[in-house]
Nanobody, 117 residues
Framework: QVQLVESGGGLVQPGGSLRLSCAASGSIFSIYSMGWYRQAPGKQRDLVGT???????DYAESVKGRFTISRDNAKNTVLLQMNSLKPDDTAVYYC???????????WGQGTQVTVSS
């Protein structure tokens, strides 16, 4: 299991930007997949995007072109840069990590993002 701690959530106006950070308890260099999910009130938890140890990234259609995931192996951190935020982006954002393709995911505690004027 990987211990994960998210930070960087908050209140932002529509059109604004936020950057979320997910700090892992150890080296992330060899962790197969890391990324973010989000869960809005009354809705299921949905994938936002992933970044693999091989350097590939994938995003939900709803965030493509606005969100960017990056892995900082030196700091054992995964970042989620969110631009052009919309009210529909309001949710609790959860970081996850999977050591291998078949491993169960480890989760952070979540950080609230609210997009409102």
């Amino acid at each position: 299991q990987v211990q994960l701690v998210e930070s960087g959530g908050g209140l932002v106006q529509p059109g604004g930007s936020l950057r979320l950070s997910c700090a892992a308890s150890g080296s992330i260099f060899s962790i197969y997949s890391m990324g973010w999910y989000r869960q809005a009130p009354g809705k299921q938890r949905d994938l936002v995007g992933t970044a693999t140890s091989g350097g590939s990234t994938d995003y939900a259609e709803s965030v493509k072109g606005r969100f960017t995931i990056s892995r900082d192996n030196a700091k054992n951190t995964v970042l989620l840069q969110m631009n052009s935020l919309k009210p529909d982006d309001t949710a609790v954002y959860y970081c996850f990590a999977k050591r291998t393709y078949n491993s169960p995911a480890s989760w952070g505690q979540g950080t609230q993002v609210t997009v409102s004027s």
